[in-house]
């Protein structure tokens, strides 16, 4: 039984990691895409003008898709609950503590 609630628990994090990774690579490829739609610093002029278009293109979409799915997943895996805060009602850590302001008073120098 114990082993069974294991292999679960592990298959639905590799759920987890390939559908965020997936989805970051989505955002990515879209991102790579505004690059070359708007031209920034005239690259994709010097994209389509260049011997090496395929494998640079592959290298900028490849790049982004790889870039952003790896910190979508990584974010997905940190902000996942802890055993501590699943098993308390409330959700979270501890209360941060609140900082007030300081007021200093200081005294007006006459010009002169």
Request: proline share 4%; net charge positive; charged share 15%.
């Amino acid at each position: 039984m114990v082993q069974n609630r294991r292999k679960d628990n592990s298959s639905r994090l590799v759920r987890l990691m390939i559908a965020n990774w997936a989805f970051g690579g989505v955002v990515g490829l879209a991102c790579a895409a505004a690059v070359l739609a708007s031209n920034i610093g005239g690259i994709r002029v010097l994209m389509l003008q260049s011997d090496l278009m395929i494998p640079g293109l592959l290298l900028l979409f490849g790049g982004f898709a790889a870039f952003f799915g790896g910190v979508v997943c990584a974010t997905a895996i940190m902000l996942l609950p802890t055993a501590e805060e699943k098993q308390s009602d409330r959700g979270g850590g501890e209360a941060a503590p609140v900082f007030l302001p300081a007021y200093a008073l200081a005294r007006i120098r006459a010009r002169g």
